[in-house]
């Protein structure tokens, strides 16, 4: 192992090398090694045509991250799990199709990970088949410049698969907290354990070279062996970061001790969300809970369902986990999303995908931005721009309740609620219910045939998926069953037996969650066949 600066570990990096980044917005990304790396290009020009493979977002929509390979003649093909934080100069190129541009799942690719260390001849799942990841439909191309094809559709054992063939990685970048002298590596400060080890396990299988960032080096053999998560054999180079915000812990946070574990944090003082539409459809949404329900949460509005279960007094009932490898404690949102405080347990993010993608949630509580009559929904892309699907595939493929979360319209809603109903001031500008969704990210009529059960939660109405396509069950007292709901609609919905939503979802306090939840039975049902 030797000791290098990032402007040196910049010029190790050939021209057309394939790169594998480990990281996760900015949590665990060797950012001063990348600022390195665009020092080097944008003082040699080289190297040139990279490629970059990245499990979810990289960077923070700013000035860190992939915001540093996104120069002309830098890189060529980026692979991703998730588009959302690598800044508008990256997008604008991938938008532009100036770069190759593909998103497969996050849980696939972090799979792919120990597949290219194991020297297989790739991975094989049925996480992506019949949505956009699928070569029938668009091969997780992002735009026109992606002609190849990275994934394939096959056959074995008389089922369909998709097929991820291993690449070759030339180069492995990867975070650490503390290096000792040998390059062994520990990860103390990181509030997710994500797949270092395998990136770098990848890297040396493939020949490449490993660059680790960490915070200090320390005398050989003072971490103990427990406490090593990267073995020195694998790791090449160490750069030392000089500034804190070039190893943040989040795109938020510098370091938060409750994320790592290193503490615990009181969490009874969080105040309980306003009455507003997000706090509607969070406690309507909580109500499909089941006690002791291994549940999956996404970001935005279905955050919003643990404050709703403490407020009602049914936390101690539920087991919350996030994609990115972390179980237990409260998940944290907005910058801070893939971590949480006071967490039981973490992980990394490639076993947590095998807990998700071999059915073992029970619910999972997700976004909702398009949806069409055949139950599909899109979050990967609007009007061109690539955004990414994120974990959002793996976990909808074998989660057997699904339940998606969002407003009905959506820019320059206005609502009054109170008294037990809701009122609609000013429509939205945009429909969400419409003909055709633009990217297939989850597939109704597919999950229809396999028996998931699916619900779809608004401030205003309530549709479950049945194979005939999307049935509207409930409506919020106040609203107008034409003007209100079917008017704001593309396609209509299967009416049959209507029914009011609770009043005490719209009063200030409500206090009826605990019975609901209690009287249901336990969770664990049959999982869904993939």
Sequence with gaps: MQIITADQAGALIKDRATIFLGGLGMGSLAEEVLQGLERQFLATGHPQQLTTWACGAIGNSGDGGMKHFAHKGMIQRVIAGHFGQTGPEMMKMVHAAEVEAYNFPQGSISHLTRHIAARTPGLLTKVGLRTFVDPRYEGGKMNAASTEDLVRLVEFAGEEWLHYPTPVIDVGIIRGTLADENGNISVDKEGVLLEQLAIAQSARRCGGIVICQVERVVEAG???????????????????????????????????????????????????????????????????????????????????????????????????????????????????????????????????????????LDYSFLGLAQ??????????????????????????????????????????????????????????RSKKFITQVEQVTFNGEDAAQRRQNV?????????????????????????????????QMDFPPIVRDVKRMDPGLFSETWG??????????????????H
Excluded: W
């Excluded at 009559?373 to 493929?397: D, E, L, M």
């Excluded at 619900?455 to 034409?482: C, K």
């Design 371 to 428: 949806v069409d009559h055949h139950g599909n929904i899109n979050v990967s892309k609007f009007s061109g721009r690539p955004v990414g699907c994120g974990g959002f595939i793996n976990i909808t493929r074998s989660t057997p309740n699904l339940v998606f979360c969002g407003t009905f319209t959506a820019g320059g809603l206005k609502l009054a609620i109170g008294d037990g109903k809701l009122t609609i001031l000013q429509e939205g």
């Design 222 to 360: 003072s971490i103990h062996p427990k406490r090593v998560k990267v073995p020195g054999y694998l790791v090449d180079y160490v750069v030392v970061a000089t500034r804190p915000e070039n190893h943040m812990q989040t795109i938020s946070t510098v370091y938060n001790p409750s994320f790592s574990g290193d503490v615990k944090v009181p969490l009874g003082h969080l105040e309980p969300l306003p009455l507003d539409e997000r706090k509607v459809i969070a406690r309507r949404a909580a109500m499909e809970l089941r006690p002791g329900a291994i549940t999956n949460l996404g970001i935005g509005i279905p955050a919003g369902v643990p404050a709703v279960a403490a407020e009602e007094g049914i936390a101690d009932l539920l087991t919350l986990s996030v994609e990115s490898g972390v179980t237990g404690g409260v998940p944290a949102q907005g910058g801070d999303f893939s971590q949480a405080y006071n967490p039981e347990s973490m992980v990394e993010q490639s076993a947590q995908f095998d807990f998700y993608d071999g059915g073992g």
């Design 512 to 529: 009826g969650l605990g019975d609901i939840v209690r009287r249901a039975p336990s969770a664990h049902p049959a999982h869904p066949g």
């Design 455 to 487: 619900v779809f939660v608004t401030e205003r109405a309530v549709f479950h998926l049945r194979e005939e396509g999307l049935e509207l069950t409930e409506i919020a007292p106040g609203v107008d069953l034409q003007r209100d709901v079917l008017d």
